[in-house]
């Protein structure tokens, strides 16, 4: 008779299904007694909904394909998958490690299910926001890139590939979450240099000739007679009796005397040149671009975690998808912003009677609120807030959404009076926002008047770091 305890853990044990491939009994796994499937589709088409997975495999291929389906499916896709064995880093990464006994395995699956208890529960979340989710589920996850030959970048995220939207790209996701501070850096782990054209990271370096370009070129030994300044190569000047001067016919016997090796060492078999460095040119092997490596693009592939914004971000969904009311009508582009902002600076040094305004508005308790009310209410706090902001900004302004709490707003022929205006105005957008319970859409703003710029603001991105410090 099983006592009282056995029983409690008999109900504590996770529904455990077995992916085990043909042929494979995978008779050393007892401890996982749940159904056994012989794919991933056969389990996903079961509607079984187990809490954990255990993977037996027969090759890397399989392991690789059976996870990526079980990662994308939004039942199954956050849920604890487990390895029988290692299949390589590119596909472990896939996975949440190997199980080794059915002890560990049931440890690993029960600290992720305790975590989803404080996560709200939203059905078909995808992209960015199942990553966040993956990840805090998982509190000590570091996101890795695992070097990968096959692909075009050499480096990469599987996590971050399989969870991606179709059609984005899983490295340009992570950058937008960690430019949105919601992964944080854990260390640069590789810096890789890739095509400005086309972002491939296989490159060609070649060394070619400074005057031609032509590829082929060799090492050359160039003498310089003392006699008559003839430089010319070692053999030209190699004769039965020893070296002597094709041009002066004089004898070379004693290099430091009669001759010395010049300077350059290589020569151009297409256009004879000589040259003593050549130059290297990084060709892509993608998009068979040609270019200085000067001009290569370096791309950082840094260790990721979940920042605390980002685990905020997980619990309670994405404050970003409150600021697409907002972008409507940020018309601006972030890189168009800051060129505008950069010409204006110009042009305001030159021209006395240019001026301008920039003011940075930042959302500070947007995150608080999202955390603390239901979704719907903050939508329509937002909302409102969203569209009396729209009525004040002029035809003329260039407005900008930054990331999830700063926008700004570039007031061309502004003057400080007319700014001020403007500031009160947003002030009381703010005030209006006030609910019956006194909760209210806080927003603080730093503003500059170009009047009011010095020596020091050199250009647009230290005006704006400047003015976010400000507004903070
Ligand atoms: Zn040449
Ligand atoms: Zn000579
Ligand atoms: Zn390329």
Known sequence: MPNASTNTRLRR?????????DGDGGAPHSWAEGPRFADAQQLLASGFAPDAVLLIPTEARQAATWLESLRRDARLGLAPLLLAR?????VDALSDG????????????????ARHV????????DGDERLLTFLYLRPDYILKPVADWRHERVYRYPLADVFARAGEDGFLMLERLRQRGLLEPTGLLERVPSCPGCGAGHLLFIETCPQCGSIDTAPQNFLHCYACGNVGTQEQYLTHQG????????????????YDRALETLVCRSCAGRFTEPEVKARCLQCHNLGAPDDLTQRSYYGLRLSTGGELAARTGQVGDLFKLIDEFSQAHPEYFTQTLDWLLDLCRRHQEVQFGLVCLKFTNLRLLAAGLPRHRVAQMFDALAQRLRALIRTTDLFMRDDDEHCWLLLPQTPQG????????????????????????EIATAALSSAQLDERITDARLLMGTLRNRAA
Do not use: N, Y
């Open 13 to 21: 044990l996770p529904a455990i299904a077995t992916l085990v491939a």
């Open 86 to 90: 290692s299949w390589g880093e590119s």
């Open 98 to 113: 190997i199980a080794t006994s059915g002890e560990s395995f049931t440890r690993c699956v029960a600290a992720i299910a």
């Open 118 to 125: 404080g996560i709200a529960k939203r059905e078909a979340a």
């Open 243 to 258: 070296l002597s001067c094709p041009k002066c016919s004089a004898r070379l016997r004693h290099i430091g005397v009669d």
């Open 418 to 441: 007319g700014m001020d205006v403007l500031l009160g105005r947003i002030a009381a957008l703010s005030e209006d926002s006030t609910q019956d319970d006194g909760l209210r859409i």
